[in-house]
């Protein structure tokens, strides 16, 4: 009976992983609800710099690096990826101005990052005595790290 069953569960998993998705209401497909999607993010860096000096930041990933970007006052860079289904992704960027620079975190798997962040959008922001998270949850920015003094 065992054999039965196992052959049974084998045979509905298999039809689940290959049935045509139907779209249903809201844009949800029938895949999507036997296999979830994996959440989609986007990050942005702003430079808000209000001295006019340009933001250097350079992101990566395990995976990706996203290579040397000079931002300008007022101009944004911004990423869009999905989380790994082992919920360990991590981008990190090296950031720097004038007279300060930082190494920091900018996406980790964290349940109050995806809270502040509106749970699809975190914004980042340089300001003249640190970086900023947009906390959607609260509608401010929240200072997270200030600038390390030199290269």
């Known amino acids: 009976m065992n054999c039965i069953k196992q052959f049974l569960l084998t045979i ?5 992983l290959t049935c045509q998705d139907h779209v249903l209401a809201g844009g949800t497909t029938t895949r ?4 979830p999607k994996i959440s989609e993010w986007q990050v942005t860096v702003l430079n808000g710099l209000t001295t006019g000096e340009t933001l250097f930041i350079h ?3 395990k995976e990706d690096d996203l290579g040397q970007i000079s ?6 860079f911004f990423w869009n ?7 360990s992704t991590l981008f990190w960027c090296y950031m720097s101005k004038d007279d300060g620079h930082m190494n920091v975190n900018v ?16 914004i ?3 300001k003249t005595d640190g970086l900023y998270l947009w906390n959607s949850a609260s509608g401010e920015d929240v ?5 390390e003094v030199g290269w």
């Open 143 to 147: 200072l997270s790290k200030k600038w």
């Open 71 to 76: 931002l300008k006052f007022g101009d944004r």
């Open 107 to 122: 996406f980790w798997d964290d349940v109050i990052l995806f809270h502040r962040c509106g749970w699809k959008n975190c």
């Open 32 to 35: 999507d609800i036997i296999v």
């Open 124 to 126: 980042w922001t340089a």
């Open 12 to 16: 509905c998993f298999s039809l689940a």
């Open 59 to 61: 992101c990566k990933s």
């Open 81 to 87: 990826f999905g989380e790994n289904m082992l919920h």
